[in-house]
């Protein structure tokens, strides 16, 4: 039962480098998303998907990209890493057969340095 | 735009204990959904307790239970016989009714079980 998977778990990467991380779920749930988590704070939304082909923007894009092919996977995308990337990043994902309750991976532990 | 504010940046109970985390939040919607998620060193989410603002009656699920307040726009979480892993940041959350899901948190209450 893996519900939602996300890796990498940890990675470093230099300002101005680029990296994707990989979030898949095998509970065919429709909705999927990208928190970030800087420390101290709660979770806010980078990007959402309420199916394949569809991404719409949360409250923090900027910086990122998504794509969602499939309806199982929902990448995020890193262009030209800086700094202030540094967080911890979930995947989530949802339905309305789950009664909207959201999902969540263990996380991606990112620093830039 | 919605806000969820949780008043409470640390708090401590002795084990065995009764404690309460406060959550209060603001929307327009009448239809939506509030959460309360663990969060252990580990970073990971756990799902706590959920409720549905349409139901009147407060959710329970074994020693957490809340009470919700439509009206005040209140959702506290009661933890009754606290035990050492209750230890954790406590995040409430909000989705409306239509957003698909989309989680507003709160900034999260630290909470310490001493034995």
């Known amino acids: 039962n893996a519900g939602v998977t996300q890796t990498p778990k940890f990675r470093i990467l230099k300002i101005g480098q680029s990296m994707t991380l990989q979030c898949t779920q095998d509970?065919?749930?429709?909705?999927m998303y990208w928190y970030r988590q800087d420390p101290g704070m709660g979770l806010k939304l980078i990007y959402y998907?309420?199916?394949?082909?569809?991404?719409d923007k949360g409250e923090v894009p900027n910086g990122y990209n998504v794509s969602r092919s499939t309806t199982e996977d929902f990448p995020l995308r890193l262009e030209l890493a800086a700094p202030s990337q540094t967080s911890v990043y979930f995947c989530?994902?949802?339905?309305?057969?789950?009664?909207?309750?959201?999902?969540f991976g263990e996380g991606s532990w990112l620093t830039v340095v | 735009a919605q806000t969820v504010t949780q008043s409470q940046p640390e708090m401590s109970v002795q084990e065995a204990e009764t404690v309460t985390l406060s959550c209060t939040y603001d929307?327009?919607?009448?239809?939506?959904?509030l959460f309360w998620y663990k969060q252990p060193p580990s970073r990971q989410m756990i799902l706590v307790i959920r409720?549905?603002?349409?139901?009147?009656q407060n959710a329970t699920e074994n020693r957490f239970s809340v009470n919700f307040q439509k009206a005040a726009k209140s959702f506290s979480l009661k933890i009754s016989d606290s035990q050492l892993g209750d230890t954790a940041m406590y995040f409430c959350?909000?989705?409306?009714?239509?957003?698909?899901?989309?989680?507003?948190f709160g900034q999260g209450t630290i909470l310490t079980v001493h034995p």
């Open positions: 409720q549905e603002a349409y139901k009147q």
């Open positions: 989530a994902s949802s339905s309305l057969s789950s009664g909207n309750t959201i999902y």
């Open positions: 929307t327009s919607e009448n239809n939506y959904y």
């Open positions: 959350a909000f989705a409306g009714g239509t957003s698909y899901g989309k989680l507003t």
């Open positions: 998907s309420v199916g394949a082909g569809i991404t």
């Open positions: 509970m065919n749930h429709n909705y």
